[in-house]
Nanobody, 121 residues
Framework: QVQLVESGGGLVQAGGSLRLSCAASGNIFSINTMGWYRQAPGKQRDLVAGITSTSSTNYADYVKGRFTISRDNAKNTVYLQMNSLQADDTAVYYC???????????????WGQGTQVTVSS
């Protein structure tokens, strides 16, 4: 099994910054893509940012220029630096990783438990 543990959420004023971290552990042979999703109350879970094993990135339009995703492959960890936070960024943020647990096995997606980010206006 694979566990993803997120940290770094909290309450921040509009215009402020937060940095989320997500560490993967367990049966890991390799990790393909890692990403951050978010879900606001009453809304679907949407992709915020993704990063491949070779550090190619993609972002939702509404976070481009404000959020930066990065990863440390040696630590199986992905980060999300969030700057210029707005009230609309308030949501539960979930980490996702597509993991190969054993050589020759197919990759499977795993999710973290979510971390709350609240931006006060």
């Amino acid at each position: 099994q694979v566990q993803l543990v997120e940290s770094g959420g909290g309450l921040v004023q509009a215009g402020g910054s937060l940095r989320l971290s997500c560490a993967a552990s367990g049966n890991i042979f390799s990790i393909n893509t890692m990403g951050w999703y978010r879900q606001a109350p009453g809304k679907q879970r949407d992709l915020v940012a993704g990063i491949t094993s070779t550090s190619s990135t993609n972002y939702a339009d509404y976070v481009k220029g404000r959020f930066t995703i990065s990863r440390d492959n040696a630590k199986n960890t992905v980060y999300l630096q969030m700057n210029s936070l707005q009230a609309d960024d308030t949501a539960v943020y979930y980490c996702n990783a597509v993991v190969v647990s054993y050589r020759g096995f197919p990759a499977r997606p795993f999710w973290g438990q979510g971390t709350q980010v609240t931006v006060s206006s």
